[in-house]
Structures are given as structure tokens and as C-alpha cells.
């Protein structure tokens, strides 16, 4: 029950900001290490003799390469962006949550979920105020003529709180008949979700490449 109280609250936090893996994955994650853990540990009395000995870490170990598996699942890669990391390692944290608990360790366990959403919360707001050195990133955005995808990109730009301002643009694909649009484009905002930014003007209809303006970006 503690195992389910913890990777509960664990998993309503990635539920409230809407991640793949929210409060039932999370809830069931924790769940199953915890089982998983008393059942190695107390799952096989009945078969201890002289002649069998049993070692209860021996399952506990397959939790922790195991669930790698479906924290796996949850990490997308959109050509050179990917997200979904924060998500698998609360996965990877909720299982030791569980596995805590299952342990017989509650006071382990209520510190570790204690920590993981100070992690989430408070570090999340300290990584905001303490910004990079790039503040209005340039991307050089790819897109074909004539799919809307101009129109498409303001839209998600302003949705995500960035203010888009196009620098230049030139046509590629020949004089008479150019296929695509390459334009420059400033986008002023928190630098620290310029991955998510990246990520979903890649996959806007139409838009066939985005990247920072220079290579030493």
C-alpha cells in the first residue's frame, strides 16, 4: 500500500504535465517492484532446505534492468531531438520506490519520492532562472511551398510561449519553379525548451528541416 500511495503521487506529477507515462503507468511500476521484491524475498520458504539456497536479490536485480525496458518506451528521438528522458528516469525511480518498500524500507522509500519531486519541481525552477548563455535562439527552418507550414509554425511557437520573428528567407529548388522555403527565423523565449521547440516544428506538416542558423550553435 505504500508503494502504491508513493509511485501514485509520483506518477501525478507526470500526469499534470501530461507526459506519455502518467499516474497509472507510474502507479503500476511501482506496484509490480514492490511484489516483485517480496516475492524473492519470501516467495520460495517452502522449498529452503539443507540442499536449496535460494539468494532473494536475484529478482530484484532483473527490476532494475527490466524496467529500463519500458522506460525505453517512453523516449522518442525526432531526428536530432529527443525527449522523454525525464519521464524513463522517473520510471527508473518510481521501481526503486517500489522495490524500497518492498524491502521493508517505507522511511527509504518516502525520502526518495520526497526527492524525486523536489527534483521535478523546485529544480525545474532553478534550471529556468539559471538560463544559457543563448537566449533568442535562431533556427534556419526547412519547409515546402505552398503547405501552409509558415502559418503552422507562428501557431506553435506562440503556443508554446516563443515569439517568432522571421529574419530572411530565400527559395530552393530552382528559379523558375522553387519547391521549398528556407527561412531564418528568431525565436524569443525560454531557451531551456528549445529541444520541445525543435521537436514539434520538426514534425509540423510540411516542415522538412530545422536547425540552429550557424553550426557553432
Known amino acids: 500500500m505504500i508503494a502504491f500511495v508513493l509511485s501514485a503521487g509520483i506518477g501525478l506529477e507526470r500526469h499534470r504535465k501530461l507526459k506519455s507515462a502518467g499516474l497509472r503507468t507510474h502507479t ?3 506496484l509490480g517492484a514492490a511484489v516483485f521484491t517480496l516475492v524473492s524475498a ?3 520458504d517452502s522449498v529452503i532446505d539443507a540442499d536449496i539456497v535460494l539468494d532473494p536479490s536475484r529478482i530484484a536485480a532483473q527490476i532494475v534492468s527490466g524496467i529500463g ?6 523516449i522518442f528521438v525526432r531526428k536530432n531531438v529527443v525527449s522523454g528522458l525525464t519521464t524513463a528516469a522517473s520510471i527508473w525511480v518510481t521501481a526503486a520506490v517500489g522495490m524500497a518498500c518492498g524491502a521493508g524500507m517505507p522511511v527509504l522509500a518516502v525520502a526518495a519520492t520526497g526527492l524525486h519531486l523536489l527534483a521535478v519541481g523546485v529544480l525545474t525552477i532553478v534550471g529556468r532562472r539559471l538560463r544559457p548563455a543563448v537566449k533568442e535562439p535562431v533556427l534556419r527552418v526547412r519547409y515546402k ?3 501552409g507550414a509558415l502559418r503552422a509554425i507562428l501557431a506553435t511557437s506562440t503556443t508554446l510561449g516563443y515569439e517568432a520573428s522571421l529574419i530572411s528567407t530565400r527559395e530552393l529548388g530552382g528559379a523558375e519553379k522553387p519547391e521549398r522555403i528556407e527561412a531564418v527565423m528568431r525565436f524569443s523565449g525560454d ?9 514539434q516544428l520538426t514534425d509540423l506538416k510540411g516542415v522538412v528541416r530545422v536547425g540552429m ?3 557553432d550553435d
Request: proline share 4%.
Open 69 to 74: 525496458f519500458l522506460g525505453a518506451g517512453v
Open 145 to 147: 511551398l505552398g503547405s
Open 191 to 199: 531557451s531551456l525548451g528549445l529541444p520541445e521547440l525543435v521537436g
Open 213 to 215: 542558423e550557424s553550426d
Open 28 to 30: 503500476l511500476v511501482g
Open 42 to 44: 519470501f516467495g520460495f
